[in-house]
Structure formats: structure tokens, C-alpha cells
């Protein structure tokens, strides 16, 4: 999967960083910026969408919140469906659910078990992959569910957290890498 050179520059213009947040020592990376401009927000959508369709998904999973806003509208202009990926505690029985580490604590993540539909290709979309906790807990839940993960796409990869390497051979494409 390929990624067009502008699509860096947007997502780079498009974040801002917030220090000590949600804790000390950790640099949130916040995507507002982005999604207030309708001519970057428009633009990365349709890159997500181009590789939704490059890589033949049935559906696109959002991974709760930031991924919901990227993934929705991609999975629209695709002809795809979308899988929201939700917090614990946020879908009603039965659900299926993952335990991960973040880089600073632990949480779950769900996914409605009616949603998954077993041999369906999925593009799984977030907003940053640091630690790689959270995108290997959303691609497990949805292999469990029987689904076939066709790759993992994020507006940007911080790779000096290694969180690639904890997604073993599934594709992962960044539209912009901080080293």
C-alpha cells in the first residue's frame, strides 16, 4: 500500500502536541487541528479510503475515539462498512473482548460479536500507533471474531516506541513516521 507524499505533510501540519497529558511525561498527540480543516480532514479520508479499496475491505474498524472520525467517513467513501472498536463497557451483550497495556496503564477494548462477519476483510484505522498496544489488541479481537486483517493504517507512527514490532506480519502503513 502506498500512501501519497502529501498526505505527510497534512498530517503533520494537523497535529499539535500537548504535553503531561493525560499524565506527566506523556506528549498527547491531538488530531483537532486536522479535523477542523475541511480541506486536510477531506484529503486524509480520502487517502484512508483509496487504501480501503486498494486492499479489497469489506469493512474498516475505528478504534475508539480518534480512530471513530477517521475510519467512519473512510469507510463510506470506500462502498465499506465500518466496525466501531469501543472501550469496555460502551455495547450492549454479546461482545467480544481484548485486555491490552498502554504506555501508561492497561484497558480492554470491545467489539459487537453481531458486527464481525467470519472470512470479511478488514482495514483497521487509528489515529497514532506508539507502543503498538492498542492496534494489536483491535487486530487480535477482530481475527478472533474470525475476520482477516488486510493491514493497519495510522496518521502517524512514533517508531521510536517500537510499537511495529508488536504487530507481527500484519501490514502497517503510517501516512507520516516521527522518528
Do not use: N
Not at 113 to 127: I, M, Q
Amino acid at each position: 500500500m502506498s500512501v501519497p507524499g502529501h498526505a505527510s505533510a497534512l498530517v503533520l501540519a494537523g497535529f499539535r502536541d500537548v504535553p503531561d497529558f493525560p499524565e506527566p511525561g506523556v506528549v498527547f498527540k491531538d488530531i483537532t487541528p486536522l479535523l477542523a480543516d475541511p480541506v486536510a480532514f477531506g484529503a486524509v479520508t480520502a487517502v484512508l479510503a483509496d487504501l480501503a479499496a486498494a486492499t479489497g475491505a469489506d469493512a474498516v474498524a475505528g478504534i475508539e475515539a480518534r480512530g471513530f472520525m477517521l475510519a467512519a467517513p473512510a469507510a463510506e467513501r470506500a462502498g465499506a462498512g465500518f466496525w466501531p472498536v469501543r472501550k469496555a463497557g460502551k455495547l450492549p451483550p454479546p461482545v467480544l473482548r481484548r485486555d491490552y497495556d498502554l504506555e501508561y496503564g492497561s484497558a480492554s477494548l470491545e467489539l459487537a460479536a453481531s458486527a464481525v462477519r467470519p472470512g470479511a476483510r478488514v482495514l483497521v484505522v487509528d489515529d497514532v500507533l506508539a507502543t503498538g498496544g492498542t492496534a494489536r489488541a483491535a487486530c487480535e479481537l477482530l481475527e478472533e471474531g474470525g475476520a482477516e486483517v488486510v493491514g493497519l493504517v495510522v496518521l502517524l507512527e512514533l517508531a521510536f516506541l517500537s510499537g511495529r514490532a508488536r504487530l507481527g506480519d500484519r501490514p502497517v502503513v503510517a501516512l507520516h513516521v516521527q522518528d
